[in-house]
């Protein structure tokens, strides 16, 4: 069946640094793919997602380009904020159904 | 505030008894979806509703149970209560498939 794969956590940086979170994905034909982002004691909330292959998702200075050669669609920022710790999701849907799969998330943890 | 409206964000309860969740979605959205976050099982998608009739399930067991009311909100039951029902339960809504989702800030049920 579908499923999504991200890197354990947790990620520990310092302000500024470059964060990478790797996700990768299993499915057949053309899932979207997405990322969410939850904050302490909040709900999920949509930070970017791609429809297709080389499409490349953007918001609040993070990234993530759908590569299918690779089924991969890794999360980048330049310059991370203490404001960014959180815990992120990469997600799938797939076909006539709006159903997410969920990976197990990656929690980010950002030191001053 | 995402639009979503979750009550109660707090429940704590004993084993073997009965609790319902409710959810308001957006205005305007026709779509409810109910998922489940535990620590050992991830974030896993229960059950979808669109304009009151059910429209997709995943791993919802026979105990749980939800519906959509004619004015769009939804509600969750969850009976015969076990210790490992304890989780965050969350809503969603989408004004129609294919158009992302918004989630609630989740209901903590905990079960003693």
């Known amino acids: 069946g579908n499923s999504v794969t991200q890197m354990e956590g947790p990620v520990t940086l310092s302000e500024e640094a470059f964060l990478t979170i790797n996700c990768t994905y299993t499915a057949t034909g053309y899932p979207s793919l997405f990322w969410y982002v939850q904050y302490p004691g909040e709900g999920l909330q949509l930070l970017l997602k791609a429809t297709k292959a080389d499409d490349k998702g953007s918001n609040k200075g993070f990234e993530a380009t759908y590569r299918k050669e690779t089924t991969s669609f890794h999360l980048e920022k330049g310059s991370v904020q203490v404001s960014d710790s959180a815990v992120y999701f990469c997600a799938l849907t797939q076909g006539n159904t709006d159903k997410l799969i969920f990976g197990t998330g990656t929690r980010l943890q950002v030191f001053p | 505030d995402s639009g979503v409206t979750q009550t109660p964000k707090h429940l704590i309860t004993a084993t073997g008894q009965r609790v319902t969740l409710r959810c308001s979605p957006r205005s305007g959205d026709l779509s409810v979806y109910w998922y489940q976050q535990s620590l050992d099982q991830g974030l896993q998608f229960l059950i979808q509703?669109?304009?009151?009739?059910?429209?997709a399930k995943g791993n919802i067991l026979e105990r749980f149970s939800a519906q959509q009311f004619p004015d769009l909100h939804s509600e969750l039951n969850l009976s015969s209560l076990e210790l490992g029902d304890s989780a965050l339960y969350f809503c969603?809504?989408?004004?129609?498939?294919?158009?992302?989702?918004?989630f609630g800030s989740g209901t903590r049920l905990t079960v003693v």
């Open positions: 969603a809504s989408s004004p129609a498939q294919g158009r992302g989702y918004t």
């Open positions: 509703y669109y304009n009151g009739e059910e429209r």
